[in-house]
């Protein structure tokens, strides 16, 4: 058993050495190819995990085994970057956010939603009206609902579909 214990050992020495020996040059590399360096080091870790599925000392030459995974690496990268249209992408820290102090106006009118929403929720039913606030406002389930008041789920979700409807197309009236 010793001598297997010795070859994982002469295995996970050789993958180690390709490591510290190519890390450095498999990232500029892949800086060279246009990546940044966040994706670049993603490249090069890529690499190193799919070399490590086979045993260097087996391989001829693991420096160009090496760098022909990351050759391989570096084009699937490319292909799954246009087949999700990354260059389409933006980056969040190019967004400009919108300001998070809210101006009278719309300080105002969210006050007028809550009363609209209030007074809508006082047309419903005393049992769908506590139903509906519980689960929203309190954040029960619906099967915790449906212990709460005696009642099977298939009772609290058409209670809540009944609340749900009536909310909505009443605001949607209102607006």
Not at 9 to 33: N, P, Q
Not at 82 to 94: A, G, S
Not at 146 to 156: M, N, Y
């Amino acid at each position: 058993m010793k001598t297997d214990i010795r070859v994982g050992d002469d295995r996970r020495a050789r993958l180690s050495d390709l490591v510290t020996r190519h890390r450095e040059t498999l990232v500029r590399y892949f800086r060279r190819k246009g990546l940044d360096p966040a994706a670049a080091e993603d490249g090069a870790q890529e690499t190193f995990i799919r070399i490590s599925r086979v045993d260097p000392g087996d391989l001829a030459s693991p420096e160009a085994y090496l760098f022909t995974i990351a050759s391989n690496v570096y084009l699937e990268r490319g292909r799954r970057a246009r087949t999700r249209r990354e260059d389409r992408h933006v980056h969040i820290d190019t967004v400009e956010l919108v300001d998070s102090e809210q101006s009278p106006a719309r300080i105002f009118e969210g006050r007028e939603a809550l009363v609209r929403l209030a007074k809508v929720l006082e047309e419903l039913p005393a049992r769908t009206k506590e139903v509906f606030l519980l689960n929203r406002m309190d954040g029960l389930t619906y099967t915790q609902l449906a212990t709460r008041f005696g009642v099977s789920v298939g009772t609290i979700e058409k209670q809540m579909s009944r609340a749900l409807g009536h909310v909505r197309a009443r605001m949607d009236q209102d607006a």
